[in-house]
């Protein structure tokens, strides 16, 4: 079988992904361990019976629902390949947005801190950009801290502590910027039954309180490890910008503003605390 007929029969039989070709051409890039950019240069190119094989296992996992992340071990976030696994959830596009947030906001010199840190993506993206910065990363799941430890290792980024952290339950000192993208779906969202989330930890998707309450929870307690005028940028759903907005007023905190994701859609909302001296 060549290249590009190999890519329209996996095409065809995933037809109800909604991005068939591009999940078509990660999963054989990534059997021949070359660049996707191979399979258009060289499309009359014949596949081994063994690399054959192997791709249409990928497809068939792929039909069954698991993410293509999953497949490969790898998802690239703000140009940078991060080790993903099914203990966090795999890193979305729409998440670079708080990135970019944090960087028009944060000096390069100041410390950050990324509560539910999973891949490690948010936080090793910060400190890439800025590598002045101390940048501190949290998660209660001991898989997790693993996974972003080893990113962290693999990048070469060395401005960054992650450790084990019920929120901010081992976290010490003061910050300029809090970051967090926290569970925030509800617990009834009919969504959690459909594509990748299947396959992700409920525990990094869901809460309480028609999934404001680990929000809830960060903005009453981030007030006592900000520093005066510091920021919390929160990611959260796109239904949910007032409802967040409210919460950061409930609290005391001031110059609150949600900005959009790619899709036009509330995605982060970022405020001041100006309370501690």
């Known amino acids: ?14 037809s109800s992904s909604d991005s068939p070709l591009l999940d078509a051409q990660v999963l054989l890039a990534f059997v021949l361990q070359k660049e996707t950019v191979y399979l258009m240069t060289w499309p009359e190119r014949d596949l ?42 795999i890193p979305r596009p729409d998440t670079e947005i708080l990135v970019e ?36 990363a949290v998660d209660f799941n001991e898989d997790a801290v693993k996974l972003a430890l080893e990113n962290a290792a693999t990048l070469r980024i060395n401005n ?17 910027l809090i970051v967090s993208n ?18 992700e930890p409920l525990s990094a998707l869901v809460a309480t309180e028609n999934g404001l309450s680990d929000i809830r929870l960060i903005v009453k307690n981030a007030r006592d490890f900000l520093n005066s005028q510091g920021l919390l940028m929160i990611e959260h759903g796109f239904e949910q910008g007032y409802a967040v907005t409210e919460i950061f007023v409930a609290f005391g905190y001031e110059d609150i503003k949600t900005i959009k994701d790619y899709g036009d859609n509330d995605r982060i909302t970022i405020a001041t605390y100006k309370g501690n001296n």
């Open 182 to 199: 926290p569970p925030y779906i509800d617990e009834k969202d009919k969504h959690l039954k459909q594509g990748d989330v299947r396959f």
């Open 101 to 136: 947030t944090a960087l028009a906001n944060c000096s390069p010199q100041g410390s950050i801190l990324d509560l539910g840190t999973g891949t490690g993506a948010i936080i090793l993206a910060l400190a890439s950009e800025l590598p002045n910065t101390n940048c501190v």
């Open 1 to 14: 079988m060549r290249i590009d007929d190999a890519l329209v029969w996996a095409k065809f039989m995933l």
């Open 160 to 176: 960054v502590t992650i450790k084990q952290s019920n929120w901010f339950e081992n976290v010490q000192g003061q910050f300029d």
């Open 48 to 89: 081994s019976t063994e690399h054959k094989h192997a791709f249409e296992l990928l497809i068939e996992q792929r039909i069954n629902g698991v993410p293509v992340a999953h497949l490969t071990g790898m998802r690239e976030f703000w140009s940078l390949p991060l080790k993903v696994n099914d203990s966090t959830l």
